[in-house]
């Protein structure tokens, strides 16, 4: 039997997150980074895939992820395109969902979709991540491949943009 994919309300995971609420407070990207890193590291470790669902849009690349699909919502918040995901036929067959937000839950009990809940999802992200895996220092990377977005709201391959949204915050910063 195939395991089902995770959908993850990443924000309401970020804020129940001590470490990433704390650095959310003070670098939005970083906190994004973080949460990016440590889902996808536990996908590596448990084999599974799972989708980060943020809302907005993409102002900023996280990075590339294995087994880890990073979505915005655009023009809908990320509790929309979560529900509306949950909706698809099929989706209690591919989809758990990770959330603890009221009406996800209700939507997903309508639609027969197993949710887990925010703190036992994040205790297994520290019981079964490759120690020193996630926000240990990173080796330094290699010489980076371009990016191509199939899907405007997903982000196909976001290699080599870490010094593009680097040079977008400075910029942005001295326009204040």
Same mark, same amino acid.
């Given at each position: 039997m195939k395991s089902r994919q995770l959908l993850i309300d990443a924000h309401n995971l970020m804020h129940k997150h001590p470490q990433i609420k704390k650095t959310l407070r003070q670098d939005h990207l970083l906190a994004m980074r973080e949460i990016c890193r440590y889902v996808s590291d536990w996908c590596v470790a448990q084999n599974r895939r799972a @989708? *980060?669902?943020?809302?907005? !849009?993409? +102002?900023?690349?996280?990075?590339?992820? $294995? /087994? *880890?699909k990073v979505r915005f919502s655009r023009e809908r918040t990320a509790d929309e395109v979560i529900i509306a995901m949950l909706s698809d036929e099929g989706a209690s067959q591919n989809w758990s969902v990770v959330t603890d937000d009221t009406e996800i839950r209700q939507k997903a009990f309508f639609y027969g979709v197993d949710v887990i809940r925010c703190d036992p999802f994040l205790g297994s992200l520290k019981n079964k991540i490759v120690p020193g895996s996630a926000g240990a %220092? +990173?080796?330094? %990377?290699?010489?980076? $491949?371009? !990016? @191509? !977005?199939?899907?405007?709201? #997903?982000? $196909?391959?976001? /290699?080599? *943009? #870490? $010094?593009? !949204?680097? *040079?977008?915050? /400075?910029?942005?910063?001295?326009? %204040?």
């Open positions: @989708s *980060l669902i943020f809302d907005g !849009v993409p +102002q900023i690349i996280p990075g590339t992820y $294995a /087994r *880890l %220092k +990173q080796p330094p %990377k290699k010489k980076k $491949a371009p !990016v @191509s !977005v199939k899907d405007p709201g #997903e982000l $196909a391959d976001p /290699r080599g *943009l #870490e $010094a593009d !949204v680097d *040079l977008f915050m /400075r910029l942005f910063k001295e326009r %204040k």
